[in-house]
T-cell receptor, first 110, second 113 residues
């Protein structure tokens, strides 16, 4: 099994719909992150969490929310999707050392 | 604010060549630096992690160096192969930022037959 698993892998949704991206990890790490990747812009941090009671905004959190259901689970929600949220989304986990990434969720908002 | 730059943005080399990918960062106060590989539309695979106290790390044909004082890291790939074709990303964890990675925009490498 992968260290970090994201579901779904691909999703097409309509403008205005609510969508949730899920992430689970088997590394036993406390720290989890959500990034988005856009062509030419690199990866940018959306939200991060140190534990189930500690949620923090990243540099581009507007339009997103997160939930840390357990140490191993961290989900990202788009309350009302818009086309410029079309991107590749990555979940990651780390323990102050090496970071481990999921395979990504390709989200298209039409 | 930490900024990470990778040059060149794209590189094409014939199979068998040794090559160097460059990464520079503006603030030397980093916790560590990590190199990743990304295949098109896929996730990030960690290649090498260099802690701030280290000068280099090696894994197989890959060698990464770190010079904090000059804000530079290089990824050396020996005897390149077509299977090395991918985008290579450099990321730093600035000190005091809770392990948040700051990424460069990557170097897209193509190794031709």
């Amino acid at each position: 099994d992968a260290d970090v698993t994201q579901t779904p892998r691909n999703r097409i949704t309509k403008t205005g719909k609510r969508i949730m991206l899920e992430c689970s990890q088997t590394k036993g790490h406390d720290r989890m992150y959500w990034y988005r990747q856009d062509p030419g812009l690199g990866l940018r941090l959306i939200y991060y969490s140190f534990d189930v009671k500690d949620i923090n905004k990243g540099e581009i959190s507007d339009g997103y929310s997160v939930s840390r259901q357990a140490q191993a689970k961290f989900s990202l929600s788009l309350e009302s999707a818009i086309p410029n949220q079309t991107a590749l989304y990555f979940c990651a986990t780390s323990d102050l050392g090496e970071a481990f990434f999921g395979q990504g969720t390709r989200l298209t908002v039409v | 604010k930490q900024e990470v730059t990778q040059i060149p943005a794209a590189l094409s080399v014939p199979e068998g060549e040794n090559l160097v990918l460059n990464c520079s960062f503006t603030d030397s106060a980093i916790y560590n630096l990590q190199w990743f590989r990304q295949d098109p539309g896929k996730g990030l695979t960690s290649l090498l992690l260099i802690q701030s106290s280290q000068r280099e790390q090696t894994s197989g044909r890959l060698n990464a160096s770190l010079d904090k004082s000059s804000g530079r890291s290089t990824l050396y790939i020996a005897a390149s192969q077509p299977g090395d074709s991918a985008t290579y990303l450099c990321a730093v964890v600035p000190r005091g930022t809770a392990s948040k990675l700051t990424f460069g925009t990557g170097t897209r490498l193509q190794v031709t037959l």
